[in-house]
Every structure is written in C-alpha cells, then in structure tokens.
C-alpha cells in the first residue's frame, strides 16, 4: 500500500473539505474515532494508502494530545505520527470522494473497525517525543 505523507494527507484533507454535495458517507456524524457505523458500505470505500510508514516497524501507541483533548474528541488532532493515525488507512468514498480514516482496532479478544473523517482544521505535524 502507497505511503501518504503529511503534505499530501493536508491536500486530501482540503479536497475532503471542498465536498459539499449529500453522502451517505456523511449521514452518521464522524469527526472523532468511532466504531464503523453500520449505515455504511465498505463497499462504497476504496483505500488510497496508508499513514504507517514502515509496516516493519513497531509503531507507538502514545496520543497526541497537547489541549487536552481525548482519543474520542471531536476536536482530537490527527497526528499521523501518534496512535491511532499512525495505524490508519486513508479510504475515500466513491460516491463523493469524501476522505477518512480507518483502522482496526485490535483488543484482547475482538477486532473493530474504527473510523473518522479527514478534517484539514485538526492535521498535526508533531514529531515523536522522545
């Protein structure tokens, strides 16, 4: 799968933005992570690439969070190099061309499916802390 870069993860986010007609894709509410609604048809997405970088390498499961936000807030950064971004894939509706982002969520004895919208407003280029 294609590697996306924060600058071209910044213009599908403002492509995403610049969508105003109706979508399914848009009828459940997905600004912050949640689990894939089941209004939607995987179907109707098709993925265009991948936030993880090196799909050898352990990726990080620490949060960006410098406002306080929480892994649920709506208002939450995307910071491709933190969790959950750094495991996401970047799926684009074919209907609208509408951008998300999607991962599996892995638990102890389940998978979900998790998604949420591309907002430009919330991209963050923060580098790992050490």
Partial sequence: MIFIDFPALSTLA?????????CSCCAVLLDAWQRLPT???????????TLREDPYEEPTFA?????????DS???PIAPRY????????????????HYLRYN??????????IRALRPALLA??????
């Fill in 39 to 49: 209004s939607l048809e995987l179907d109707r997405f098709e993925e265009i690439g």
């Fill in 83 to 98: 969790y959950p971004a750094n495991l996401s894939q970047v799926a684009r509706c074919l209907d609208c061309g509408r």
């Fill in 14 to 22: 403002a492509t995403s933005a610049g969508v105003t007609q109706k």
């Fill in 105 to 114: 969520e892995a638990g102890g004895y389940f998978t979900e499916l998790r």
């Fill in 63 to 71: 949060e960006y969070h410098p406002q306080g936000t929480r892994y």
């Fill in 74 to 76: 709506i208002d939450a």
């Fill in 125 to 130: 280029d923060a580098p790992l802390s050490a």
